[in-house]
Every structure is written in structure tokens, then in C-alpha cells.
């Protein structure tokens, strides 16, 4: 399960045998969500405060790049 980083207490990372769309994980001590990357869309949340899922789409969004490269890097494909 490789984290792409931490920032304010947001985890993002994705696991080993994801499939597409490039989606990432989002976990914090309140709970877990996942977003579509390109367009940045949330998917599923369970237990993550409204402020910090609005802070982690605005985190995918200023890292859209770097989460894209970091996918296709592990999971191969462009």
C-alpha cells in the first residue's frame, strides 16, 4: 500500500492491485475516502469531516501530476 505523502494529517495512498480510473485513498484518524484523480471527484467517504474531504480535493487537485506519475510508475501504463 505506497503513500504518496502525508499532509495535515491526511494520508493519501493507493494499493498495490488498483485498476482504473487513477484514483487514490485518502485515510485520517476520522476515517477513510476515495477520489477519481483527473477529474477530481469524490467516490466514496466513510467518516471523514466535510472540511477535510474539501481539503484533500484541494490537495489532489494542487498534486494532480505527482499522483498521475506515482500511479502509472507503480502500476505501469501511461
Do not use: C, Q
Amino acid at each position: 500500500m505506497p503513500t504518496l505523502f502525508i499532509i495535515f494529517g491526511l494520508r493519501f495512498y493507493f494499493y498495490a492491485n488498483e485498476h482504473l480510473p487513477v484514483h487514490v485513498h485518502v485515510k485520517n484518524a476520522d476515517g477513510e475516502a476515495k477520489f477519481e484523480v483527473d477529474p477530481v471527484k469524490l467516490i466514496k467517504n466513510k467518516g471523514i469531516k466535510k472540511k477535510d474531504i474539501s481539503l484533500a480535493e484541494s490537495l489532489i487537485e494542487e498534486n494532480r501530476e505527482i499522483i498521475k506519475a506515482k500511479w502509472h510508475e507503480y502500476h505501469g501504463g501511461n
